[in-house]
């Protein structure tokens, strides 16, 4: 499909007289639907101030210019069969494809996996990645359920739900393997639908992808970021009791493992606060008070505030860094949960006074007197000292929260 792919599983197969050729292919995205009224005609240009990876590596390899790549759907080049027991391919690995250059160049649409891991399968127009690869560095354990560099791929779904997601085009977002450097450049979805017989020009924000548990991923949207953000990460093993993963065993049947995860770090450029919201729990309290987290300035003191993986947080797990405009959240597997944009206004004054006469509390009440509200509604986020720059936020009342849950 255009769109999305999700994974096959393939075990107890018997191939009679099939040579590798003609066993399957891969085609790439159609050149065809890069046009105004399916996939759109985008280039991703790294001198975009919002495309802050060197993008270098991407010259005269795509043909689009300095740094340019030129977008398409990018479903078929999320293709993903998996071999559980080696009867399909010959011996256990996970095929992905269609891949249109070899080696990856780092930045590129597509599953953004390493070659350190992955051997080209030519048959196919795929790779095939082998668990166990550079072991060494990146050993099995709480988070990681298989040992080596990209060893248990799977699939994650960014979805923004906004009123707008079908009309705001916030593509292609970046996602990158912050081990490696390899990026997967996502556009939105292709235009499926017809109006008064033209089609619609609405393109569903929602983007797929493929990354392997038990790793750090960044996330970049090229336009304004959607206010609510659903993650999905639908066929990682959910818990140790349910993980029966073959691949990760070398063949031995009944290895079992722990949860899957992965850590986001979302860029949102913006300094309108986030929380993260489940289905289970409702919203979620930071893993962390600020006040033991950031320093006077307002910049992070403590880095083990940042979820990370192993460190036994729960799903949903998350920091909102309100000056770098960075949400840090846990993902656990066959789970989702939602970033949502909290109705927060951020206030900077700078003060003609010294560090020493100013007095936060007596600020606080003073600015609530005047707006008329309480002053728990008021937060001091940095205090600067030289002539005093001051940052806060005004929250919304109790009442308007609660009707946001």
């Known amino acids: 499909a255009p769109d999305a792919f999700h994974p096959h599983y393939f075990s107890g197969m018997t ?7 003609g066993l399957l292919r891969f085609h790439d995205a159609d050149p065809s639907w890069r046009n105004p009224s399916d996939c759109g005609t985008d280039v991703y240009d790294s001198s975009h ?6 993008d270098e590596d991407a010259i005269g390899v795509h043909g689009g210019g300095a740094g340019g790549v030129p977008l398409n759907c990018d479903g078929p080049r999320h293709i993903y069969f998996q071999d559980v027991d080696g009867s399909l391919l010959g011996s256990p690995g996970t095929l992905l494809g269609a891949l249109a250059h070899q080696p990856r160049p780092q930045v590129e649409q597509g599953t953004p996996y390493v070659d350190a891991a992955c051997d080209a399968a030519p048959p196919w127009s795929a790779v095939k990645c082998v ?3 550079a072991g060494e560095s990146r050993p099995a354990g709480p988070g990681r359920p298989v040992a080596g560099v990209f060893a248990d791929p799977q699939l994650v779904v960014l979805e923004s739900r906004d009123a707008d997601s079908e009309d705001r085009n916030v593509s292609p977002a970046k996602l990158v393997d912050q081990g490696t450097g390899a990026a997967d450049l996502l556009v939105s979805a292709m235009d499926h639908g017809w109006c008064f017989g033209y089609t619609c020009q609405k393109r569903l924000s929602t983007f797929w992808s493929v990354v392997s548990s038990g790793e750090v991923y960044s996330v970049n949207f090229t336009g304004t970021p959607p206010r609510v953000l659903r993650v999905w990460f639908p066929y990682a093993a959910a818990d140790a009791e349910g993980a029966l993963i073959d691949i990760a065993c070398s063949g031995q049947r009944g290895c079992r493992f722990m949860v899957n995860e992965v850590v986001l770090h979302i860029n949102y450029f913006e300094p309108n606060r986030r929380y993260v919201w489940t289905e289970e729990a409702g919203r ?3 893993s962390r008070s600020l006040s033991t987290c950031l320093d006077a300035t307002g910049q992070l003191a403590d880095p083990s505030c940042i979820p990370s993986i192993g460190d036994g947080t729960r799903h949903g797990a998350f920091f909102w860094h309100q000056l770098g405009s960075m949400l840090y959240v846990k993902v656990r597997g066959g789970q989702h949960l939602e970033v949502r944009t909290e109705p927060v206004i951020m206030v900077s004054a700078t003060l003609a006074l010294s560090i020493d006469d100013f007095y936060a509390e007596r600020y606080v009440e003073n600015v609530a007197y005047v707006l008329g509200i ?3 509604r008021i937060k001091v986020a940095s205090v600067v000292a030289g002539s005093v720059v001051l940052q806060f936020n005004i929250e919304a009342s109790q009442s308007e929260v609660a009707g946001l849950q």
Do not use: K
Request: no cysteine.
């Open 49 to 54: 101030p919002l495309a802050y990876y060197d």
């Open 131 to 133: 668990a166990g690869r």
């Open 15 to 21: 191939r009679e007289d099939v040579p590798d050729q």
């Open 374 to 376: 309480d002053p728990s």
């Open 284 to 286: 979620v309290d930071p």
